[in-house]
Structure formats: C-alpha cells, structure tokens
C-alpha cells in the first residue's frame, strides 16, 4: 500500500503557514520602495503556493470521501481532514485580506504622499512667481533710483557751476571796486 500524500502536503501547508507572519509584517513594514516590492512579491508567490497546495489538498480529501473505504480511511479521519480544511482556509482568507489591508494603507499612503507633492509643487510654482516678481520688481526700482541718482548729480554740478560762477563774478566786481578806490584816493 503506498504512502497517503495528505500527511506531506499537510506538513508543507502548515509550514508555509509559519512563514506568512514574517512576510507579511515584512510587506507591512518595508523602509525603501525596492524592499516593499520584494516583499510584496514573496508574499504573494508564497500565497499563490499555498492555495495551489491548498487546492490539492482539498480535492485529495473530497476524493478519500468519496472512496475512502478503499484506502481504509475511516469518517474520522476525512472529518479531521476536513476541519483542517477549513482552518487552512480561513487562515489563508485572513492573510489575503491583511495583504489587501495593507495595500490598502500603502495606497492611502501613496494618495497622501501624491497629494502633498502636488501641494509642495504649487506652494514652489507661487514662490517662484513671487521670486521672479521680486526681481523685475528690484530691477525697475534699480533703474530709478540710477535715473534719480543721475539727475541728483546733474543738479548738483549745475549748482555748484552757477554759484562759483556768482561767487567769482561778485568777487571780480568787489576787487574793481576796491582797486578803483585805491586809485582814487
């Protein structure tokens, strides 16, 4: 009589099963992008194995009930079997929807980040609107102020001009006038 299979794939199942919590908390708590994606990978080839593995299993129990007098399987067994089963299955239907949950965070996350970047973008766009309006700004204010500088200067020489002019010109007349008394008396 040869060997009933379900014991090694039972073995099999519940050693992947041991494995799922490392995974998925590896999935959960990636840092970087890559390591997430790894992790996401493994996790779901790991889950894919498992209900494969789970697939067989199942229709080996269903065949040992339909004929399990034939390889001298008794009620007990294939009703052990099958509440195995079904702990299998919840268990696998419980990680499928922490996996789910956690994409589903991993998304609302994605979501967050997309919009805080967007924001962050037209917060820089109005920055540097505000920047550039600075700078033409300055420069306008620039150009005035040299074109006021200019003028400032101009009248400045043009004063200094005229009251040297007025200041020799009366001091030629008061030297004629001085000169003319001398001769005089």
Same mark, same amino acid.
Not at 2 to 27: G, H, M, N
Not at 79 to 100: A, G, M, W
């Given at each position: =009589?040869?060997?009933?299979?379900?014991?090694?794939?039972?073995? !099999?199942?519940?050693?992947?099963?041991?494995? +799922?919590?490392?995974?998925?908390?590896?999935?959960?708590?990636s840092? $970087?992008?890559?390591?997430?994606?790894?992790?996401? !990978?493994?996790?779901?080839?790991?889950?894919?194995?498992?209900?494969?593995?789970?697939?067989? +299993? %199942? !229709? $080996?129990?269903?065949?040992?009930?339909? =004929?399990?007098?034939?390889? #001298?399987?008794?009620?007990? %067994?294939v009703? /052990?079997?099958?509440?195995?089963?079904?702990?299998?299955?919840?268990?696998?239907?419980?990680?499928?929807?922490?996996?789910?949950d &956690?994409? @589903?965070?991993?998304? #609302?996350? +994605?979501?967050?980040?997309?919009?805080?970047? @967007?924001?962050?973008?037209?917060?820089?766009?109005?920055?540097?609107?505000?920047?550039?309006?600075?700078?033409?700004?300055?420069?306008?204010?620039? /150009?005035?102020? &040299?074109?006021? $500088?200019?003028? =400032?200067?101009?009248?400045?020489?043009?004063?200094?001009?005229?009251?040297? #002019?007025?200041?020799? @010109?009366?001091?030629?007349?008061? *030297? =004629?006038?001085? +000169? *003319? *008394?001398?001769?005089?008396?």
């Open positions: =009589m040869s060997r009933d299979p379900y014991v090694d794939v039972k073995r !099999e199942i519940e050693s992947t099963l041991s494995t +799922l919590p490392d995974l998925l908390t590896a999935y959960a708590s840092p $970087s992008s890559s390591q997430h994606h790894e992790a996401q !990978e493994e996790l779901r080839n790991t889950l894919q194995i498992l209900e494969g593995d789970f697939e067989d +299993l %199942e !229709e $080996s129990v269903r065949v040992v009930a339909e =004929m399990g007098d034939r390889w #001298g399987i008794s009620t007990q %067994e009703s /052990s079997r099958r509440k195995f089963l079904q702990r299998v299955k919840k268990e696998i239907d419980l990680y499928v929807q922490r996996q789910d &956690t994409l @589903g965070v991993i998304s #609302g996350t +994605l979501h967050t980040l997309a919009s805080q970047a @967007g924001l962050i973008g037209n917060e820089v766009a109005e920055q540097s609107e505000m920047l550039d309006d600075l700078g033409n700004r300055v420069d306008t204010t620039d /150009s005035k102020l &040299t074109k006021v $500088s200019r003028t =400032m200067q101009d009248f400045i020489r043009r004063n200094e001009e005229t009251k040297s #002019g007025w200041c020799i @010109g009366i001091l030629i007349v008061i *030297l =004629m006038i001085l +000169l *003319l *008394l001398v001769i005089i008396t």
